[in-house]
């Protein structure tokens, strides 16, 4: 099994995206990282119920330009979770701003091999990937200055 490279600070991250959609979708809805999450990040509920899960990535803005471009990467296998639990899958701009998508409602990605090629940690970082264009993500909010 793969290590989690989950750090205190990439758990205060989630919380900032996933306050930022809970401002985005109103009243009557709640996340938490309890329960069965299968992987995933969090669980949205919606009037107390569980609604749907939740993955959080969170990237450097430098990276911005490049998803724009060529498309926001995701590993194959994470994809292909999101879209046997029809999760969502928010991503966080680090200090900016917050977009997300449901995976089972995008009908183009583009698959190939790649990764985390320059820096890897462990046999996993090199992998079956997807590509998702970039316009098929819904602006959700920014963070604001404190």
Known sequence: MRTRYETPNDI???KVALDILLDYLGT???W???GK???LDATLYKDSKPYCLIEVKTRNPK???LAQTDGYLIAKQKWDKLLALDARLVVYWLGNDVYALRPSKIKE???KQGGRT???RDKWDVEQIVLIPWEQFK???KKELE
């Open 12 to 14: 205060r991250n989630e």
């Open 28 to 30: 009557g809805y709640s």
């Open 32 to 34: 938490d990282k309890g």
């Open 37 to 39: 999450r299968k992987g």
């Open 63 to 65: 990276f911005f330009s």
């Open 109 to 111: 990605v583009i698959f």
């Open 118 to 120: 320059k820096q890897t």
């Open 139 to 141: 602006f959700i909010g």
